[in-house]
DNA sequence: GCGTTAATGTTAAAATTATAACATTTAGTG
DNA sequence: CACTAAATGTTATAATTTTAACATTAACGC
């Protein structure tokens, strides 16, 4: 019977809703059936929730579990956004007051920031937030609004304002693609203001982009590349590249480019 | 030698950062030793990362898969949490802006926010967030500030303003304490503001407290009984054990208590 | 270099979890 | 009421994960 099954797994989602983990014996006892029962309403039904290693979890919790595991391959790729965090870490020092942008590129850096004794980061991304949320040595400054899932980042009329009343110390950006001539853009134009608002207030400011970024535009232009003090990137030749991907750049000056 | 498996966890921590799990065989291959050597690292030194089921997780992300399993005691003790929840819902319609208060209190309640087509939830706490983020159907305000890790919770001068900004619908309160005379109240100064100006605001003014909050009083005061519309609460003999608990309270009125 | 100790690897056994097959119960139908 | 089919339970078996013991390697001091 299709409608019970459903009912047991709202039972069970709702029991996982504020987060945690249920053996698969406790639901089974939870729901009074036996855990085949349990495993069959996992495997027969559409949900959220999945089993791992006997126990139940929210798949679809935020930057949680998500069922896919991290490959090899997607480990190696992420070995590519390590270096590039590893070299933007460099410039952060102690007590800084750290912008960093939404997307996924910065996420390796925040770890990272567990070595500091004390910092604070302001960010509009929630994805940054919960994993500065736990750091303990780490000042967060959520900048909130209407939440927008695309980018996992909020977006609010004032919060230029907000970002301009704060001491920020060093901004760091990411983009969706970096041309010398058309500029720096992302995808989401709710992104504009922060990213612009921090650029203006910064008193250091960093783009953080992997070389796969260059040559490349996106609707939304946020900012021009000499605007920035450091351009981050990965790849030995990467200003080269950025050369030869546009047109004509004679009197363009590329900032300190960082490579390792 | 310690400081190399410190380091293997830094690595794999870092890994596991943006989120995902990574199974025990691909997090030795990463670190180029056994599997052996990352369970020995895993129960050798504290760390963030927990292993479950031969996958790694990272334990203290927010709301996300903590070591601690809900047992049956914890999720029968849920089971009141979540009658208490249901009692408030039939309290919410299909298009109501509603106000989500911080604490555990109200945390089953936004599972249950998928039933309906379309809500918006104004929230401050970082874990209403992260449920209320998973949800396609609601939209998201989240009012941002200063993070206070105590109460998963934002704090900030103008929250107050950007409170009474926008049209909140139905005000979900939650509380440590409920004393007939000494009024409602809660541990942390910094929800003061943003409770207050949700009462202020809010079209109808829900209190979600369960029973045994009855009759006691805690640091940060922020509201009269009477300021709320309604009280929902769990036990049949609540208003009652209300009124024994404090001493005189003949012209005080009780709102309507929900009881089922 | 030698001996000592810590770190890591290997292997086998134990415990747990997953899968499959079949038995039993329950709900619905004529 | 008997019959059918879906749902659930039970059991055995396979696969995986965990634990423990011992072997090997690497680091360090003298």
Avoid: W
Avoid at 119 to 133: F, G, I, P, Q
Avoid at 164 to 183: C, F, H, P
Avoid at 197 to 218: E, H, N, Y
């Amino acid at each position: 019977m299709n409608g019970r099954s459903a009912l047991r797994l709202a039972k069970l989602q709702e029991a996982l809703a504020s987060g945690g983990t249920l053996h698969l014996r406790d639901a089974a006892e939870l729901c009074d059936v036996s855990e085949m029962t349990i495993r069959r309403d996992l495997t027969t039904q559409p949900t959220a929730i999945s089993l791992l290693g006997g126990r139940l979890v929210m798949a679809n919790y935020p930057g949680v579990t998500p069922i896919y595991d991290l490959t090899e391959q997607q480990a190696s790729h992420y070995q590519a956004k390590y270096r590039l965090c590893q070299r933007a870490i460099a410039y952060i020092e102690e007590g800084d007051t750290l912008f960093i942008d939404c997307g996924s590129t910065l996420m390796p850096l925040l770890s990272q920031l567990s070595h500091f004794h004390e910092l604070t980061v302001v960010t509009y991304a929630l994805n940054v937030a919960n994993a500065v949320a736990a750091l303990p040595n780490v000042r967060l400054v959520l900048l909130g609004g209407l939440f927008y899932a695309a980018s996992q980042s909020f977006g609010s009329d004032n919060m230029a304002a907000a970002i301009e009343r704060l001491g920020i110390n060093k901004a760091l950006i990411s983009a969706a693609g970096v041309d010398l001539e058309r500029g720096v853009s992302c995808f989401h134009f709710h992104e504009v203001a922060p990213k612009q608002a921090a650029i203006a207030t910064a008193m250091q400011r960093l783009l953080v982009v992997d070389a796969s970024k260059f040559g490349v535009v996106r609707p939304a232009y946020f900012a021009a590349l000499d605007d920035f003090d450091v351009v981050v990137t990965d790849e030995e030749g990467a200003p080269q590249l950025l050369k030869s991907n546009s047109r004509v750049v004679p009197e363009i000056v590329i900032p300190s480019v960082t490579v390792a």
